[in-house]
């Protein structure tokens, strides 16, 4: 993949449910972020507007519904989303490979329809809240959480996704079997200042990006820091390490 800059590599989860908190967030943390993720609590609450307010700003915008149902429903649904012109999105890759493969169809039917730059789709592996012990005794896998998140990467590479969200734990292994070009999205990154919160499998920035992670996801520690903007500034200055 080619260089990046640490700032194309943040993404601050907007874990917010109105649209002028998003404007009031945004603003307060200014040019430093370009790509901020919009999951359920703010798209189920605004819907598309909050899309609109982000392309006005000109940020990146990553559309966390993490899709999850039969092939054909996750297909429109990926259409739908598509069609807002978002630059990342994303599936459950436990929904099979024939899910995956349908929503990629889909994906770039969209894009070659209207012709625009494909969304980025990629797959949800396995929450960055469940650790071994939650993995095998409440969801009865037997495997190791590493094995089964690269045996999902794989698939969802098979099924022409451009990558996955994974812990950074797991970025290593990731990278080894689906190569350099395959979006790695790591959530429960925790800079040196913040708490883990829920978050299970977590990670520094900069240890992240060693392994291989191509992005990384950071919500609360700076979105419910005192100052969002100095905080978002601290977890890229501990990005270089
Ligand atoms: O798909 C995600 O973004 C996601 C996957 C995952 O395994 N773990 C995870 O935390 N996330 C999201 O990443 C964000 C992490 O937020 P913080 O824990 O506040 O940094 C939240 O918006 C989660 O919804």
Redesign the pocket.
């Known amino acids: 993949m080619k260089k990046m800059k640490n700032s194309d590599r943040l993404i601050v989860?907007l874990?917010v449910n109105t649209v002028s908190e998003v404007h009031e967030l945004t603003e307060k943390i200014g040019e430093n972020v370009i790509w901020y993720?919009v999951?359920m609590e703010l798209f189920y609450a605004e819907g598309p507007k909050v899309i609109e307010l982000l392309k006005q700003k000109n940020k990146k915008i990553f559309l966390?519904l993490?899709f999850h149902d039969i092939p054909n429903t996750v297909a429109g649904a990926v259409k739908s989303v598509a069609k807002l012109g978002v630059d990342m999105c994303?599936v459950h890759a436990s929904g099979g490979l024939e899910m995956m493969k349908r929503a990629a169809d889909a994906n770039l039917e969209v894009a070659n329809q209207l012709q625009i730059t494909p969304t980025k789709l990629i797959a949800?592996t396995v929450?960055?809240?469940i650790d071994q012990e939650i993995f095998e005794k409440e969801l009865g896998f037997e495997s190791r959480i590493s094995d089964k998140v690269s045996a999902w990467a794989k698939m969802a590479k098979e099924a022409g996704l451009n990558g996955v969200?994974a812990?950074a734990q797991e970025a290593e292994g990731i990278k080894g079997k689906c190569g350099d070009d395959f979006l790695i999205v790591t959530?429960?990154?925790r800079p040196s200042f913040s708490a883990s919160?829920d978050?299970k499998r977590i990670m520094r920035p900069s240890d992240a990006l060693a392994k291989g992670a191509t992005h990384l996801?950071?919500?609360?520690?700076i979105t419910q820091s005192e100052n969002p903007a100095r905080s978002a500034e601290l977890v890229l200055k501990e990005m270089e390490g």
């Open positions: 989860a874990d993720k999951g966390d993490k994303n949800v929450l960055t809240s969200v812990s959530p429960g990154i919160n978050q996801v950071v919500g609360r520690p």
